[in-house]
């Protein structure tokens, strides 16, 4: 995928590299911690979760373990590339916290850091990441449509309505069906063809 390639080695790497594969929402993507990727059995597992509101008109980030549904408790398998940006980003906040010691501030172990360990805003996230893809010739796209083009490539590569609900998060079967229905072509043109054949077979028989 281009947008992939023109992502490497930029601070959105991972960011966009997790939305693409995983489909997760902003909120599931900022909620990850190191807690949550187990590179023993790799594994990660959705279970906490960042966004936020207005309160009292000003703009506040809140963190918590109450996800939007009982599926989005998710624990999935760790795609190869994934692990490698991980590894990669885990070995940057080790120097981070070497180099700024006592005023290193990713107390609650998040992946999704600045430098400083400052926990990374869900309203920068949504404003950076259209920015950045429109900034490299591609067309401009929001994070949360990068969780349609994880299902368009799914349902694209044969993988089942029922198994993009589960590595979405989606409550019900029905929820996936009803927002990716129209992707559902291919799928639907093998079943007529497949028909076609046997009819065929019969009528030559």
């Known amino acids: 995928m281009e947008l992939l390639e023109k992502a490497k080695d930029t601070s959105l790497e991972l960011i966009i590299n997790i939305a693409t594969c995983y489909g997760l929402r902003r909120s599931e993507i900022l909620g990850l911690k190191w807690e949550a990727i187990n590179f023993t059995t790799n ?3 959705i279970k906490h979760k960042v966004t936020q509101a207005t309160i009292e008109n000003k703009r506040v980030v809140i963190q918590k373990d109450k996800m939007k549904n009982k599926s989005s408790y998710r624990s999935l398998p760790l795609i190869d590339n994934i692990r490698e ?3 990669k980003e885990k070995g940057r906040q080790e120097k981070n916290k070497k180099l700024y010691g006592n005023t290193y501030k990713n107390k609650d172990n998040y992946i999704c850091v600045q430098d400083d360990g400052e926990l990374l805003k869900p309203d920068t996230i949504t404003n950076q990441v259209p920015n950045f893809i429109e900034s490299v010739g591609l067309r401009r796209i929001t994070l949360h449509n990068l969780r349609h083009s994880c299902a368009s490539i ?3 590569n044969g993988i089942s309505m029922k198994e993009i609900q589960e590595w979405l998060g989606h409550s019900s079967y029905n ?14 043109e093998k079943s007529a063809n497949t028909m076609n054949n046997i009819l065929n077979k019969r009528k030559t028989s």
């Open 154 to 156: 799914l349902l694209a």
């Open 175 to 188: 929820t996936t069906a009803n927002i990716y229905a129209h992707l559902d072509t291919t799928a639907k």
């Open 43 to 45: 594994t990660i597992t």
């Open 85 to 87: 940006l991980l590894l």
